[in-house]
T-cell receptor, first 114, second 114 residues
Framework: DAGVTQSPTHLIKTRGQQVTLRCSPISGHKSVSWYQQVLGQGPQFIFQYYEKEERGRGNFPDRFSARQFPNYSSELNVNALLLGDSALYLC?????????????FGDGTRLSIL | AQSVTQLGSHVSVSEGALVLLRCNYSSSVPPYLFWYVQYPNQGLQLLLKYTTGATLVKGINGFEAEFKKSETSFHLTKPSAHMSDAAEYFCAVTPMGGGFKTIFGAGTRLFVKA
């Protein structure tokens, strides 16, 4: 079975632009979470979605938004890009929202802002 | 607020030596605890998890971790290091009864010397 897939793998943008990152969860998984991993740090929670509804949000500005589609895939959108948005963006899926479930991670999208 | 502290950003061991990676969390209620491994240019892979029950948890690749409530610790060990264990290791917690946000430590990079 395919794991979590993310696209694109790499992306270069300039300040002020907008970007959309995509994620397809493992088949059967209904929950998708997004994380930002700045170089040299651990992942920081951005959003969790379940059944197309936002179920959790981290401490990120409103420039960050996301949505989940009926097929459980998800998009992360970032507006008005800043140099500090340069990071590896990770998507993770899990079967449901029961606490304590481990998450399955994709290989991420590396976003570079010039 | 929950936090995770990983002692030592870098740990170096010789091949065949004991691996010990330290993790402490701050919480009045024991959370769900996880260890993930990240190889270069890849996402995170679950090594092991603690939810309830036995406090000594065995994971993949010969790793294990022990939950000690009195010390709020969840240290990761492996009796004999292998060259393939060289990677970044992340300790993570998910609050019990408090939502779906997973908090990661800053990570410990493990170097294995031949």
């Amino acid at each position: 079975d395919a794991g979590v897939t993310q696209s694109p793998t790499h992306l270069i943008k300039t300040r002020g632009q907008q970007v959309t990152l995509r994620c397809s969860p493992i088949s059967g998984h209904k929950s998708v979470s997004w994380y930002q991993q700045v170089l040299g740090q651990g992942p920081q929670f951005i959003f969790q979605y379940y059944e197309k509804e936002e179920r959790g949000r981290g401490n990120f500005p409103d420039r960050f938004s996301a949505r989940q589609f009926p097929n459980y895939s998800s998009e992360l959108n970032v507006n008005a890009l800043l140099l500090g948005d340069s990071a590896l963006y990770l998507c993770a899926s899990s079967w449901g929202t029961a606490e304590g479930q481990p998450q399955h991670f994709g290989d991420g999208t590396r976003l570079s802002i010039l | 607020a929950q936090s995770v502290t990983q002692l030592g950003s870098h740990v170096s061991v010789s091949e065949g030596a004991l691996v010990l990676l330290r993790c402490n969390y701050s919480s009045s209620v024991p959370p769900y605890l996880f260890w993930y491994v990240q190889y270069p240019n890849q996402g995170l892979q679950l090594l092991l998890k603690y939810t309830t029950g036995a406090t000594l948890v065995k994971g993949i690749n010969g790793f294990e971790a022990e939950f000690k409530k009195s010390e709020t610790s969840f240290h990761l060990t492996k009796p004999s290091a292998h060259m393939s264990d060289a990677a970044e290791y992340f300790c993570a917690v998910t609050p019990m009864g408090g939502g779906f946000k997973t908090i990661f430590g800053a990570g410990t990079r493990l170097f294995v010397k031949a």
